[in-house]
C-alpha cells in the first residue's frame, strides 16, 4: 500500500475547512492507503499559546481526529512532538533550506502580516520541518489543501537536493487533491480562506458549533446584494463559499444546487446551507464529547502512536545522519 502523510496544528478546534478540506477525505483514505496522521504541535509552537491551552488543544485535537472517523486500528496516528525525530530531522531541513527559497513562502508573509509582533525564526523555517516531517515516513502522498501546495513543493525540492547532494534516500512525495476535497473561505471575508486561528468567531464554523449557532453563522455570512444563487467566485465569492460547502455536503453540482434556488431568497438558501452543515457536524460532535472524557484512552492511543511513528521514523533518520556524516553513537 502506498503511504499517505498528513497533520493538523493544534491551533483551535478543527473549522469547517479543516474537515471539508481534509479530515473528511482522511478517512476515506484509510481504506485504501496506509495512513499516517498527526498533531502538529511543532509547527504551532510559531504562534504564541498559553502552554496550558496548547496542551489542551492537542489534546482535543488528538480526538476529534479520532471523532471524524480517524481509526487507530487502521492509521497511524500520533503528536508530533512525541516522536523526537521530528525536531532532530527539522534541524538538518532547516541546513538544507535556503534563506532565499524560505522568503518567497507565501504562508510566511501572510502570517507575518498577521502576527507583526511574533515573526519568530520558527515562522520562517516551518517548511523545512514540514519537509522534514513528510520525508521521515518516506510518505509517497501527502493530502494538502491548496494553501500548502507551496510547502510540498519545497519539500520536493529540499529531497531533490538532499538526493543529489548525498545520495538518494528520499522517497519524492507527491500532492494528493482528493476530488472531494473543498477549499473553505471565511465566512466574514470569503476573499481569504477560513482558518481555525482567526479570532472573528462568526468568521469560522468549528466543527463543535451545535445546530444553533451553525445556523445563525451562516444566516450572517457575508453575501452581496444580487439575491440571486449562482457560482460566480470572482464576482459573487460569499456565495460561491457558501454553494461550495452545499456542494462538499450534498454531492450536488453547481448547476443542481443554481436551480435548486432559482427564485428564492438567500435567507432560504442559507437556511439549507446551514441545516445541511448542522447535520454533517452532528455525531462528530457527539463522539467528540464522549472521547474527551476518556483520557487514558486518549493517553494510551497517543502512547502507541508515538511508538510506531518513532520506530519509522528512526529508520530514515539514521540514514539520513550516516549520509551527512554524523557520527552515530554507539
Ligand atoms: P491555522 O490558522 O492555525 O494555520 P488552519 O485552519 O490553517 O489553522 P492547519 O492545521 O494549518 O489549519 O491545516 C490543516 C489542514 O487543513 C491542511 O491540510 C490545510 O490545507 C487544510 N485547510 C486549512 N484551512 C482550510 C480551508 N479553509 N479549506 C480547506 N482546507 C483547509
Ligand atoms: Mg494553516
Request: charged letters at 25%.
Amino acid at each position: 500500500k502506498k503511504i499517505i502523510l498528513s497533520g493538523i496544528q493544534p491551533t483551535g478546534v478543527f473549522t469547517l475547512g479543516n474537515y471539508l478540506g481534509a479530515v473528511r477525505s482522511w478517512k476515506k483514505m484509510q481504506e485504501d492507503y496506509n495512513c499516517y496522521y498527526f498533531i502538529a504541535d511543532l509547527h504551532s509552537m510559531t504562534i504564541h499559546i498559553d502552554p496550558q491551552k496548547r496542551r489542551q488543544q492537542t489534546r482535543e485535537a488528538f480526538a476529534l481526529l479520532l471523532a471524524c472517523g480517524i481509526d487507530t486500528e487502521k492509521s497511524l496516528v500520533f503528536v508530533q512532538s512525541h516522536n523526537k525525530c521530528h525536531a532532530e530531522m527539522g534541524w538538518i531541513m532547516d541546513c538544507c533550506s535556503q534563506f532565499g527559497e524560505l522568503s518567497r513562502m507565501t504562508q510566511f508573509k501572510d502570517k507575518s502580516a498577521k502576527h507583526p509582533d511574533n515573526i519568530n525564526a520558527g515562522l520562517f523555517t516551518y517548511p523545512a520541518l514540514m519537509a522534514g516531517d513528510i520525508l521521515l515516513y518516506q510518505a509517497d502522498y501527502v493530502p494538502v489543501g491548496a494553501d500548502q501546495t507551496q510547502h510540498l513543493e519545497f519539500t520536493r525540492d529540499v529531497a531533490t537536493r538532499f538526493n543529489h547532494t548525498y545520495g538518494e534516500v528520499f522517497k519524492l512525495p507527491e500532492g494528493y487533491f482528493p476530488k472531494a476535497g473543498a477549499r473553505v473561505m471565511s465566512l466574514q471575508d470569503p476573499t481569504s480562506k477560513m482558518s481555525k486561528s482567526d479570532t472573528n468567531p462568526k468568521a469560522t464554523i468549528s466543527i463543535l458549533d451545535d445546530e444553533k449557532t451553525i445556523l445563525k453563522k451562516f444566516k450572517s455570512a457575508v453575501t452581496d446584494s444580487e439575491a440571486c444563487v449562482r457560482f460566480d467566485p470572482d464576482k459573487k465569492p460569499g456565495v460561491s463559499n457558501l454553494m461550495t460547502i452545499y456542494s462538499a455536503i450534498t454531492g450536488k453540482t453547481m448547476e443542481e444546487i443554481e436551480s435548486e434556488f432559482a427564485g428564492k431568497g438567500y435567507g432560504d438558501f442559507k437556511a439549507a446551507v446551514g441545516q445541511a452543515v448542522a447535520d454533517e457536524l452532528r455525531p462528530i460532535r457527539e463522539n467528540f464529547a464522549r472521547l474527551i472524557q476518556d483520557r487514558s484512552y486518549l493517553e494510551e492511543e497517543m502512547k502507541k502512536g508515538a511508538e510506531r511513528a518513532t520506530y519509522i521514523a528512526n529508520k530514515t533518520l539514521t540514514k539520513v545522519k550516516k549520509r551527512v556524516g554524523l557520527l552515530l553513537a554507539k
